[in-house]
């Protein structure tokens, strides 16, 4: 019964806890000096866009292929 009682208690205070708790105070938002232009939406074709990709060499530096336990002498 105490086990009951406690644990009731537990949950009624941990309902309680957040509607006593202070709310939170917002402070006034500040008006901008100068206004922001609207962003500019950017209109690409994938080809373009694929073209300005850079493309680099593959590089094996620091591979093995000991690393690799499934793939080491099993294929």
């Known amino acids: ?21 202070p709310s939170t105070a917002f402070a006034a938002p500040a008006a901008p000096a100068v206004p922001a232009a609207p962003p500019q939406a950017a209109t690409l074709a994938l080809a373009d866009a694929l073209d300005q990709l850079l493309i680099a060499d593959a590089s094996r530096a620091g591979y093995t292929r000991d690393k690799f336990a499934r793939g080491a002498g099993r294929w």
């Open 1 to 21: 019964m105490i086990k009951n009682l406690a644990r009731g208690l537990a949950a009624l205070t941990l309902t309680i806890a957040p509607l006593t708790a």
